[in-house]
Antibody, heavy 123, light 113 residues
Framework: AVQLVESGGGLVQPKESMKISCAAS????????MYWVRQAPGKGLEWVAR??????????SYADSVKGRFTISRDDSKTMVYLQMDNLKTEDTAMYYC??????????????WGQGTLVTVSS | DIVMTQTPSSQAVSAGEKVTMSCKSS????????????LAWYQQKPGQSPKLLIY???TRESGVPDRFIGSGSGTDFTLTISSVQAEDLAVYYC?????????FGSGTKLEIK
């Protein structure tokens, strides 16, 4: 069965950094584009970042709200994806979901979702 | 950025009834080269992660009940639940993947009377 398990969330102060992780299993990870989508408490969904596959040079894309502060990366050997978050702001407080678009996806929709990890930015 | 507008923001229906919800995009999601609409629908039940229901505006994801029907083209899309069940209590989101940034609608909350 497909599993995406996020970890590393918690409480962090504004302007600090945090790195969250996602462990993937049950599908061919190296063939899947990986994404982070977040949801502020009681709010809707917001796409955050994408990383493509090795044949696509691990190309990355970011939402304007996080560009220059967040970095998505992946380790195909460990089937892991990461989100390094720097200079955090209170408005980054959200549940962060790891999502995947397996090889059969020919578009950027989110087929698989993790349970999320909560990041709270507060002093 | 493509803005996705969902209406209504919430609605309440009785089990067995048909329900429709709308999603409009600020620009066409129809890609002329392949004649496909770059739109997906998700269901998020209380306390759960979102779940993919439909992609390419009308293709049901494997395992999704056939009472969930996606339709529309261009800028106007609809999600229909032909006969609502109690377990359909959820917020429904549309998402465009025509271009980046990927954007979602604000959601339609479905309540069961």
């Amino acid at each position: 069965a497909v599993q995406l398990v996020e970890s590393g969330g918690g409480l962090v102060q504004p302007k600090e950094s945090m790195k969250i992780s996602c462990a993937a299993s049950g599908f061919t990870f190296s063939n899947a584009a990986m994404y982070w989508v977040r949801q502020a408490p009681g709010k809707g969904l917001e796409w955050v970042a994408r990383i493509r596959t090795k044949p696509n040079n691990y190309e990355t894309s970011y939402a304007d709200s996080v560009k220059g502060r967040f970095t998505i990366s992946r380790d195909d050997s460990k089937t892991m994806v990461y989100l390094q978050m720097d200079n955090l702001k209170t408005e980054d407080t959200a549940m962060y979901y790891c999502t995947a678009a397996p090889m059969l996806n020919t578009g950027n929709w989110f087929t698989y979702w993790g349970q999320g990890t909560l990041v709270t930015v507060s002093s | 950025d493509i803005v996705m507008t969902q209406t209504p923001s919430s609605q309440a229906v009785s089990a067995g009834e048909k329900v429709t919800m709308s999603c409009k995009s600020s620009q066409s999601l129809l890609y002329n080269e392949n004649k496909k609409n770059y739109l997906a629908w998700y269901q998020q039940k209380p306390g759960q992660s979102p779940k993919l229901l439909i992609y390419w505006a009308s293709t049901r994801e494997s395992g999704v009940p056939d009472r969930f029907i996606g339709s529309g083209s261009g800028t106007d899309f609809t999600l229909t639940i032909s006969s609502v069940q109690a377990e359909d209590l959820a917020v429904y989101y549309c998402q465009q993947y025509y271009n980046f940034p990927l954007t979602f609608g604000s959601g339609t909350k479905l309540e069961i009377k």
